[in-house]
């Protein structure tokens, strides 16, 4: 009836199991986004930006970029695999943006897929 003291009851394992198992995909989310961050940080350096990544993205912006002409992007990176990334949620934008007026910079939105990253402003969603 009762499992022997110590050992955990099978219906317990299998809860184990589930839960693993959604810990295992939302680790692999995440390498994903920041291998993400990675590609865009690498492509903005290249092209002339100083980049840092905010550690863990647990700020607004997971990425910030000084641009030789005083310009700083406060940037937000959506991947996907396969389709077009998810765009930011309304929080998401809000936080966004006002940490970009406060710094006198500019909210952007970087769409990743395996082929291509795209730029984009929050405010005003012209390409960049």
């Known amino acids: 009836m009762f499992p022997a003291k110590g050992r955990p009851a099978f219906h317990d394992l299998s809860a184990i199991f589930i839960i693993a198992e959604i810990v295992n995909s939302i680790n692999k989310r995440m390498m994903k986004g920041m291998k993400a961050e990675d590609r ?46 998810a765009g930011l949620s309304s929080e998401e934008r809000r936080n966004l943006v006002a940490r970009a007026q406060r710094n006198n910079g500019v909210a952007v939105y970087a769409a990743v897929t395996s082929e291509k990253i795209n730029y984009s402003s929050v405010k005003s969603e012209r390409a960049l």
């Not at 980049?51 to 000084?66: C, E, K, M």
């Open 40 to 85: 865009v940080a690498a492509s903005l350096r290249a092209k002339g930006a100083s980049v840092t990544q905010s550690p863990g993205s647990r700020t607004s912006a997971d990425l910030i970029a000084r641009w030789p002409s005083g310009k700083t992007w406060f940037i937000q990176v959506k991947y996907s695999g396969i389709g077009k990334p």
